[in-house]
């Protein structure tokens, strides 16, 4: 099988691009977990301005991260996530809210899309999913956050369904889910299982000795085809954060203390 992510180190850092959006040239990267400022248990590039880290070393990060992959860190655009599926349309006038400052991060906001080549859409993450979308077309991008309950409540169709409303086809959007706590780590309780549509759930829980077991990517990704974005152009990580916290920041392996990785995309082309 064609690889579908690769990690590039670069500067002391390293980061995850994949295969579909490195072929279309879009410039995207999901950060790992070595290389920053920040110390224990933040470390080491921990780009989450609301774990508690010292906002100077997130900030440090912040720069060395934007440094390698290329872009400006005060074009930057966030979110405060909140596990829901709200998304924000955002343009050059947004850019730089929530890059230095969390308070001025878009309020309740789990999802960013734009067609301006003016900001970086940028995502956090620490065992829940980040979803980038493309579609080469327009061109519109898209991120959004989501783990079991964004999952449920629909956050995959809900992006695909606002960046219709932008004037994407489904056909045409590729997207990529991020390194998230997998199908080998992520237990949840009978109420989570039994709130999965019954067509799906064969597919994505699995009972063990010791409780149910969801697998959060294939959830997002049934999800997805069903909203009618082609399996083929849809790249799902192989990692999961919990058993590889050698490379990734783990919320629920490290017991809720922890950094936070980010993903970002903007629309500015990659040479
Ligand atoms: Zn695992």
Avoid at 70 to 80: I, L, N, S
Wanted: aromatic content about 6%; charged content about 20%; proline content about 4%.
């Amino acid at each position: 099988m064609r690889e579908q992510e690769r990690i590039i180190a670069a500067n002391g850092i390293s980061y995850l691009v994949f295969a579909n959006l490195e072929q279309a040239k879009v410039l995207h990267g999901f950060s790992l977990r070595h290389g920053g400022a920040s110390g224990p248990p933040y470390d080491s590039l921990n780009m989450g301005l609301h774990v508690g880290d010292e906002e100077a070393k997130v900030l440090e990060n912040r720069r060395r991260f934007a440094q390698v992959l290329g872009y400006r860190a005060e074009q930057v655009v966030t979110g405060r996530q909140v596990h829901g599926i709200s998304i924000a349309r955002v343009t050059g006038r947004d850019a730089g809210r929530g890059h230095a400052a969390f308070a001025e991060a878009l309020p309740d906001t789990d999802g960013l899309l734009t067609t301006s080549a003016d900001v970086v859409l940028m995502a956090h993450a620490a065992d829940c999913t980040l979803l980038f979308f493309y579609d080469p077309h327009i061109p519109c991008i898209g991120l959004a956050h989501a783990g079991w309950r964004g999952a449920l409540a629909g956050m995959g169709p809900a992006m695909v369904r606002a960046m219709c409303e932008a004037g994407c086809r489904p056909e045409r959007i590729l997207v990529a889910l991020a390194p998230s706590i997998g199908p080998c780590c992520l237990r949840v309780g009978e109420e989570v299982a039994a709130a999965v549509p019954a067509a799906l759930r064969p597919q994505v829980v699995r009972r063990a000795d010791d409780g149910l077991y969801l697998d959060l990517p294939e959830f997002h990704a049934l999800r997805l085809v069903a909203a009618g974005i082609r399996r083929d152009n849809l790249v799902k990580s192989s990692y999961c954060t919990k058993c590889r916290q050698d490379l990734f920041y783990s919320y629920r392996g490290a017991a809720g203390r922890t950094g936070r990785m980010a993903g970002i995309i903007t629309l500015k082309w990659q040479a």
